[in-house]
Structure formats: C-alpha cells, structure tokens
C-alpha cells in the first residue's frame, strides 16, 4: 500500500529534550516535505527536500533541522524543543517528474508534539 | 505575496442541504488549486484539484470546485451534505514545479442532523 508513515504519532517531551519525528514514504517520490498545523494558522512549511541531499527551509524553519540521506526517508529533528513548538506535524510527498507530477501531496497522519 | 484565504473558520449545515466553501487566493503565476480534507485524527486527503481547461472541476466524495480567475476564487460545492462530510476543508495554491504549497488556514465544516 501506498503511503507516508510518520513516527511517533503521539509525544509529550520535556523542554530541551531532543528528538526526532521520523517520516518515511514508499512511493519512490523525490519531494518531501514537513508541516506544522496550528489552530488558524492552517498549514506552515517548516522545510521542504526535493531529493536525497537536497533540503531548504520552508516558512518556519526555525528550531528544526532535517536531513535527507535516503529518498525514502525525510527526518524532523528538534535539538531543543520548546513549548512553542508544540502541534500537530505532518510529512508529505509527491513525484517530481513526468505526468505523475500533478502536484498533489501525499500526507502521513501526522504526529502530535506537547512540549512541557 | 502568496496567499489563500478561507473566510469561513467552522460553517455548520444541515444533512441534505448544499454546502459551498469560500477559497480567494493571492498567486502571481497560473496557480495550480486544491482542495483538501482532513477528517478527524486523519492526515490530509486531495478532494480535486484544477490546472487548466474546464473551471468546474469534479472530485471524489460528490464535491466540485469552479476556478474563477476574475475573483480570484476557488470555491467548494456539495448539493447535499452527508454528515460523514463533517471534517476540516483546506484550500490551496501550488506548482508542479514550485517548492510549495501554501494552505489556506482551513474551514471546519459541522453536520446537523
């Protein structure tokens, strides 16, 4: 089945705790790309690959680093979380090339963070 | 600057009445336009989408769009509201060969029975 896998989906840390949402699709796309979804805002770019070693800063980048070492894989790393960066995070992917690029997002179900 | 403006926060409707959903965006190229649905604990799910050709555009789950480039507006339809429909709907505006999707900040749709 096709698909984006995020992990974990749900996690409480402490402030300045560091870890890793991890993400990873099956789908051979060479785009993927990371979200944070906040009550009225909608969804923010937080960084955003275009393929393996390839990585930019999206909207909201600050206090996230990423790495794309594999194609499949597209990890969120929060060295020093804070309270701030308390929400609901989403992965997404899509191809970038040929008549599959129609430019839909493929979404994983999100991972829920609360930073205490 | 790029945007998408839903104006609508939460709409309520009653199962079988019609629904329209109000998306106005801000995109200095031919934008490309989506419709998506988030359904409760669900990541985002494409409803449609428009590129070119036909305005009203035709997606899963009985919903259609009509692109209005004169207003600048993308609007959701459904003739008749089933009360699975209850989820939240984002618009947004994108290339194929763009870096990004913007989101609009989403319209939470409740069904009445």
């Known amino acids: 089945e096709a698909q984006v896998t995020q992990n974990p989906r749900y996690l409480i840390t402490v402030t300045g705790k560091k870890l890793t949402v991890t993400c990873s699709q099956n789908?051979?796309?060479?785009?993927m790309s990371w979200y944070r979804q906040d009550p009225g805002l909608g969804l923010r770019q937080i960084y955003y690959?275009?393929?393996?070693?390839?990585?930019d800063k999206g909207d909201v980048p600050e206090g996230y680093k990423v790495s794309r070492k594999e194609k499949r894989n597209f990890p969120l790393i929060l060295e020093s979380p804070s309270p701030n960066q308390t929400s609901l995070y989403f992965c997404?992917?899509?191809?970038?090339?040929?008549?599959?690029?129609?430019?839909?997002?493929?979404f994983g179900e999100g991972s829920r963070l609360t930073v205490l | 600057a790029q945007s998408v403006t839903q104006p609508d926060i939460h709409i309520t409707v009653s199962e079988g009445a019609s629904l329209e959903l109000r998306c106005n965006y801000s995109?200095?190229?031919?934008?490309?336009l989506f419709w998506y649905v988030q359904s409760p604990g669900q990541g985002l799910q494409l409803l449609l989408k428009?590129?070119?050709?036909?305005?009203l555009v035709q997606g899963i789950k009985g919903f259609e769009a009509e692109f209005k480039r004169s207003q600048s507006s993308f609007n959701l339809r459904k003739p008749s509201v089933h009360w699975s429909d209850a989820a939240e709907y984002f618009c947004?505006?994108?290339?194929?060969?763009?870096?990004?999707?913007?989101f609009g900040a989403g319209t939470r749709l409740f069904v009445k029975a």
């Open positions: 997404a992917s899509r191809p970038t090339g040929g008549d599959a690029n129609t430019g839909e997002l493929f």
């Open positions: 789908m051979n796309h060479e785009y």
């Open positions: 690959s275009m393929n393996v070693e390839v990585t």
């Open positions: 995109y200095g190229a031919t934008p490309y």
């Open positions: 428009y590129f070119s050709g036909d305005t």
């Open positions: 947004a505006v994108g290339n194929t060969g763009g870096f990004k999707t913007i």
